[in-house]
């Protein structure tokens, strides 16, 4: 079920999957041009495999969350890992969250764990960016030339494809934005860390990897074979697979501490 919550003064879609409780709750972030629906059957797939409840919600602006700003600043990421996650944890009461974060998304959590705004009990990432690299901004001038052809698709899952795509695409391309790099802070993580990345991500090079796992020792860094960015789309059982093992034994981890 999905429902308009206020979080912080911002109406958020949200959708949960089983019921909230004390305990372990995945939730999940979206990627720069993604929404609820774009994680097709993945939420319910971990609800399945882990028993977890789950909780994905669209950021502001994107799927069937109201518009927000028609720009991005440099700070955007930021503003969401430290101000708007927490807020949104605190509105569902989830204390002992399980981060999974595609592409923007999971550059989102890699913050909210490294800078403290939330306690996360284990992250997983997918295609994350820790950093602004060459890749990545040819990966986003060739989707701008497919600007069309992109939103046509988007149209289903957003209320406003067109502006969701212009404002990641604008940041992305934007020069204030060319110095993001959030490596430094990466030795700040100290809950469990799944890194996941497709052999053929359009939008990374290894180093978007390589560069998490040389700065935190206990981190598991993946590559997924036969793979682009969006892994769940690609490869679905295999990051369904990864998934749960990583949160099986984070959590068992956990428990027997």
């Known amino acids: 079920m999905t429902e308009l919550i206020d979080v912080a003064g911002l109406p958020l879609a949200v959708k ?5 409780t004390n305990g372990p709750t995945v939730v999940m972030l979206h990627e720069g041009l993604g929404s609820i629906t774009q994680w097709r059957d ?3 797939r971990i609800h399945s495999t882990t028993g977890l409840p789950v909780v ?8 069937r969350s109201p518009a927000g700003a028609r720009r991005y600043t ?8 430290q101000l708007t996650l927490p807020a949104l944890l605190d509105s569902l009461k989830i204390d002992q ?6 592409s923007d998304g999971g550059t989102i959590a890699l913050i909210a764990a490294a800078c403290g705004s939330v306690t996360p009990v284990a992250v997983a ?4 960016h820790i950093f602004v690299e060459q890749a990545g901004l040819d990966g986003v001038n060739a989707a701008t030339t497919r600007r069309n052809q992109i939103v046509e698709g988007m149209s289903r899952h957003h209320n406003d494809a067109a502006a969701t795509f212009d404002r ?5 391309r934007d020069p204030d934005f060319a110095s993001f790099d959030m490596s430094d802070i990466l030795t700040d993580i100290s809950c469990p860390l799944l890194v996941l990345q497709g052999d053929r991500d359009e939008y990374a090079t290894v180093e978007m990897v390589y560069g998490v796992t040389r700065r935190v020792p206990h981190a598991i860094g993946r590559f997924l074979p036969d793979c682009g960015h ?5 490869q679905p059982d295999l990051v369904v697979d990864e998934l749960t093992r990583f949160f099986n034994d984070a959590l068992n981890s956990k428990n027997r501490d």
Request: hydrophobic fraction near 40%; charged fraction near 20%.
């Open 125 to 128: 990432t997918i295609a994350a």
């Open 97 to 102: 969250p399980v981060l999974v974060g595609h």
């Open 230 to 234: 969006i892994t769940h789309r690609d």
């Open 42 to 44: 993945l939420p319910d």
């Open 168 to 172: 990641w695409s604008r940041i992305w």
């Open 56 to 63: 994905a919600y669209d950021r502001s602006g994107y799927g």
């Open 16 to 20: 949960t999957i089983g019921s909230i």
């Open 74 to 81: 440099a700070t955007f990421m930021y503003e969401e890992a």
